[in-house]
């Protein structure tokens, strides 16, 4: 085999780490995760408008609904421009035409966002299950349930950060802080943020896919790879789209839409090659059967 031959050539030192990028590459082949990813955005981008309109009607009860949609295009930060743009955009609409209480439209919103979110996490957890080459044999309801509980955790979490970047520099200014401590403390919440976003990966390795033996670890190669990588393919696709590819000229008021539909692609990629990462890390150096196509 000539990959064995390349890897006796190697210093010790490099051996495993170049025969784990290997089998990385072949599973990512065999399992077709890029088009696993490719089920979970599109639901993540059905979903996401129901979401925005549900999270600015339940925090107007307690919240400005402009100011609230505001604090979402904070978070938009995260996604590259043209996304974060049509998020903006969304929520400012959404807020300008929200009143304060609870009403049909946070009711509507949240039922239609957690229906459409539990079909991408069903495809995501689908996805974990076949990177794992396990069956899955939970009972019909039991998988339900586990589902359920991921998208509920979803929704609460996506609160808790927007909750967390709009009332943080609130507590900072009522604490008096000035100055450039205060811009210090105020960066510190998109590590908080990063943080979060990689104990929820975390929760989806131990819990999602179905396995006899699973371990409950927040601290490994694939969960810390996923977020790193999912950092610097925000950052990468953001300058893509900003200087490399003219998506506006191509797909026109589109483009924007196109922008975001790879963003979701990419988060779901990644959370998918994380598990992956751990999977092969978990395997002996001699066990080189090839991965079975999903």
Do not use: C
Not at 56 to 65: F, H, K, Q, R, T
Not at 113 to 133: I, Q
């Amino acid at each position: 085999m000539a990959v064995r031959a390349i890897l006796r050539r190697l210093p010790p030192v490099l051996h495993g780490w170049v025969l784990m990028a290997w089998r990385v590459k072949r599973a990512l082949v065999a399992y077709r995760v890029t088009m696993l990813a490719a089920g979970v955005a599109f639901y993540a981008m059905l979903a996401l408008f129901p979401a925005i309109a549900a999270i600015i009607s339940l925090w107007a009860l307690v919240l400005d609904p402009q100011d609230m949609a505001r604090q979402i295009g904070e978070v938009s930060r995260l996604m590259p421009p043209g996304a974060a743009r049509l998020v903006q955009d969304q929520a400012r609409e959404i807020g300008e035409h929200t009143q304060a209480g609870l009403s049909a439209t946070a009711l509507g919103g949240l039922t239609i966002a957690m229906f459409v979110a539990s079909k991408g996490v069903r495809g995501l957890l689908v996805g974990l299950a076949v990177v794992h080459g396990e069956t899955e044999r939970r009972a019909l309801w039991q998988r339900g349930l586990m589902i359920l509980a991921l998208t509920l955790g979803l929704v609460v979490t996506t609160q808790v950060a927007i909750a967390f970047v709009a009332l943080f520099p609130l507590a900072i200014e009522m604490m008096g802080l000035e100055g450039p401590f205060f811009t210090l403390i105020g960066l510190l919440r998109w590590p908080v943020l990063l943080l979060a976003m990689m104990a929820v990966i975390a929760v989806f390795y131990r819990y999602g896919p179905y396995r006899q033996t699973p371990r409950w670890e927040w601290i490994r190669v694939g969960t810390l790879g996923a977020t790193l990588l999912w950092l610097l393919g925000s950052g990468g696709l953001s300058l893509y789209a900003r200087h490399v590819a003219n998506l506006g000229q191509l797909y026109g008021s589109l483009g924007a839409v196109v922008v975001l539909m790879l963003w979701f692609w990419l988060s779901a990629f990644v959370v998918l090659l994380g598990a992956l990462i751990n999977v092969q890390m978990g395997r002996s150096p001699r066990d080189d059967a090839e991965p079975t196509s999903a």
